[in-house]
């Protein structure tokens, strides 16, 4: 068995999907079910035998012990997280409960169990750390991706707090050989975001002929990975991966957020055609505090020692992407609810 945290989250759940189509070995789901947690995103696999959901925090210590010493899971996946930057501008103090306490207790715990083990038990367990690329800071236009020796520079709440969980597991693993795995992935894209993320809010914003907000210029370039290709590099670190490395995860595709939203409005259109383009729509509004420029990254030593490369291109797997949202309707509907609608009111209505 695996143990997925925040596996009803969008990049938990695709990777739950994937995992159950792919390998054999169960896995148990334990997740707070915050806002952006939704179970109907994992209901094709809720009736399958292999599958378990835990409603809990990552923070109940004695919550996680005990699925510990209950389930003996070979592998820990860790994906909780708090990870929208702009959330993280209005209220950071979540970030560093969720993502640098939670995942404080989450090794303590595990650490503390693997000490109960056999050796044997142990020599089989990963810890696989899910981050991202936006703890290695804005990049210059010119500069080359960021590579997994990088240093850190983290601009905002959110990715400080990524940046600290990091190097606590980085820690974990060469004070007490904790058998962990880091991978720093970059702008995921797909089915089940939730629609506070840049790709499905567009979508959601061109579908009902409203205005499409784009922060600043539009020219900050994000590189963007297909859900699909990341779930895919996780099982190949988690499978071959080397205790105590970081591997990044990139989908070799640097878009500027102008060109993301415009490609979006060109695939809305030919799906679902209205009376006037909606790139009329857009609207650029006041940048948030502290917008990075650039991320990019490099995903060579990935390719290199384990073979992996991402197989979706950009075009295509938005199309998909939009695709799952026009063929999924009632999920639409029951994610964005009063408590949605006040966040972009929050967030929007002064910009």
């Keep these: 068995m695996i143990l997925v945290t925040g596996g009803a989250g969008f990049i938990g759940s695709n990777f739950i999907l994937d995992w159950l189509a792919n390998e054999t070995a169960p896995v148990l789901n334990l997740d707070k079910l915050t806002y952006a947690g939704n179970p109907?995103?994992?209901?094709?696999?809720?009736?399958?035998?292999?599958?378990?959901?835990?409603?809990?925090d990552?923070?109940?210590?004695?919550?996680?012990?005990?699925?510990?010493?209950?389930?003996?899971?070979?592998?820990?996946?860790?994906?909780?997280?708090?990870s929208h930057v702009d959330r993280s501008i209005h209220g950071p103090g979540e970030f560093v409960q969720?993502?640098?306490?939670?995942?404080?207790?989450?090794?303590?715990?595990?650490?503390?169990?693997?000490?109960?083990?056999?050796?044997?038990?142990?020599?089989?367990?990963?810890?696989?750390?899910?981050?991202?690329?936006?703890?290695?800071?804005?990049?210059?236009?010119?500069?080359?991706?960021?590579?997994?020796?990088?240093?850190?520079?983290?601009?905002?709440?959110?990715?400080?707090?990524?940046?600290?969980?990091?190097?606590?597991?980085?820690?974990?693993?060469?004070?007490?050989?904790?058998?962990?795995?880091?991978?720093?992935?970059?702008?995921?894209?797909?089915?089940r975001q939730f629609p506070e993320k840049l790709i499905p809010l567009i979508t959601l914003n061109a579908l009902n002929m409203k205005a499409l907000p784009i922060y600043g210029d539009g020219l900050n370039i994000r590189d963007w990975l297909y859900v699909g290709d990341h779930c895919s590099a996780l099982r190949a670190v988690l499978a071959r991966g080397r205790i105590g490395e970081t591997y990044n995860v990139g989908g070799n595709s640097e878009k500027t957020n102008l060109e993301v939203?415009?490609?979006?409005?060109?695939?809305?259109?030919?799906?679902?055609?209205?009376?006037?383009?909606?790139?009329?729509?857009?609207?650029?509004?006041?940048?948030?505090?502290?917008?990075?420029?650039?991320?990019?990254?490099?995903?060579?030593?990935?390719?290199?020692?384990?073979?992996?490369?991402?197989?979706?291109?950009?075009?295509?797997?938005l199309r998909k992407t939009v695709s799952w949202y026009l063929d999924n309707p009632q999920w639409v509907e029951e994610v964005v609810s009063g408590g949605y609608r006040n966040w972009l009111d929050t967030n929007y209505a002064a910009r």
């Design 58 to 82: 990552i923070n109940d210590r004695a919550l996680v012990e005990q699925l510990l010493r209950e389930h003996h899971p070979s592998a820990i996946v860790h994906f909780a997280a708090e």
């Design 98 to 191: 969720t993502n640098v306490v939670g995942t404080f207790n989450l090794l303590e715990a595990t650490r503390a169990w693997l000490g109960t083990v056999s050796a044997e038990e142990k020599s089989r367990f990963r810890f696989l750390h899910v981050s991202t690329d936006e703890v290695y800071g804005s990049l210059s236009a010119d500069s080359p991706p960021a590579t997994e020796i990088f240093p850190y520079v983290p601009s905002s709440p959110y990715s400080a707090s990524k940046a600290a969980s990091d190097h606590l597991v980085r820690a974990y693993c060469c004070t007490y050989q904790f058998p962990s795995l880091i991978t720093n992935c970059s702008n995921n894209y797909g089915p």
């Design 261 to 317: 939203v415009k490609t979006l409005c060109n695939i809305v259109d030919e799906l679902r055609p209205a009376a006037s383009p909606r790139a009329s729509l857009l609207n650029f509004v006041k940048d948030r505090p502290g917008h990075d420029r650039r991320y990019a990254l490099d995903a060579g030593k990935l390719a290199r020692e384990l073979g992996w490369e991402p197989q979706e291109k950009f075009e295509s797997g």
């Design 40 to 56: 109907g995103n994992l209901t094709a696999v809720e009736k399958d035998a292999r599958y378990r959901f835990v409603h809990g």
